[in-house]
């Protein structure tokens, strides 16, 4: 668990979400979402199918807009459509699928978008993507194409593209549910050592283990709402709502 934050006074969030609203067609599916995230902070969402969690995660990160309410990450209001994409290069968005380009290698890969988007030279950008590919265990990799790597290693290589632009928060969204089950330890490894490095992190995840041994905070959502959030012992020991603790029980138990 990141205990850097236990000992920091009380600061500006560095996510911060009021009155989040979102609909999709006639189906509500955030009701007034209040949420916070602090520097160096891992928070993990949990809640069954179709809570809202992922919905959160894509607003935080930019990737939908709030239809009421507001959002800041990193002080910038992506709730204004004119300064929302000033938040491109702050953040680092790893999906359940790697969307890794087949013809390029993984460094290829992870250096594609710095010399596209950030126009850095070749060479300079190889070198950061050698780095980020270090970072994640797969230094030695660098020369493999996706179809010569495992689906955890395919992964590893998406977390290394996104730590490659240096973003001040990594968003991860069911990073793990597309692997094979003994492949999601090396992946939730990475992770844990991003958050023992103090990144910030917002991670939904159906990994009960990763959420109770890694997080700073763990939030419940059910139907579109926080239903409970505290300290990953409290929810997981003593949860307080019958939402939350009929849902551990029913995974916690499968």
Avoid: C
């Avoid at 995660?57 to 930019?62: A, E």
Wanted: no cysteine; charged share 20%.
């Amino acid at each position: 668990m990141n205990t850097a934050i236990a000992s920091q006074p009380l600061v500006k969030p560095i996510i911060n979400l009021t009155g989040v609203t979102k609909s999709f067609g006639t189906t509500q599916v955030l009701k007034q979402i209040n949420l916070e995230v602090h520097q160096g902070e891992v928070l993990v969402l949990i809640g069954a199918s179709g809570s809202g969690k992922s919905t959160v995660l894509r607003i935080m990160s930019g990737l939908e807009t709030a239809d009421a309410g507001e959002v800041w990450v990193n002080e910038v209001p992506l709730h204004d459509a004119r300064r929302a994409r000033e938040i491109r290069g702050h953040v680092g968005m790893v999906f359940q699928q790697f969307n890794l380009f087949p013809h390029k290698d993984a460094l290829g890969n992870v250096s594609l978008a710095l010399i596209k988007a950030r126009k850095m030279n070749p060479v300079d950008a190889r070198k950061r993507a050698m780095d980020a590919l270090d970072r994640v265990g797969l230094a030695d990799r660098a020369d493999h194409y996706p179809s010569q790597l495992s689906g955890g290693q395919q992964q590893r290589v998406a977390i290394a593209r996104a730590l490659a632009v240096e973003p001040g928060i990594m968003f991860f969204d069911e990073a793990t549910s597309a692997l094979d089950p003994e492949l999601v330890g090396e992946v939730t490894e990475v992770m844990r050592g991003l958050a023992r490095d103090g990144m910030t992190m917002v991670v939904v995840t159906h990994e009960m283990g990763f959420a109770r041994k890694t997080a700073d905070r763990v939030v419940f959502m059910d139907k579109g709402v926080i239903a409970e959030q505290g300290a990953p012992e409290q929810i997981f020991v003593n949860p307080q709502n019958e939402r939350t603790q009929q849902f551990l029980h029913r995974v916690l138990d499968h």
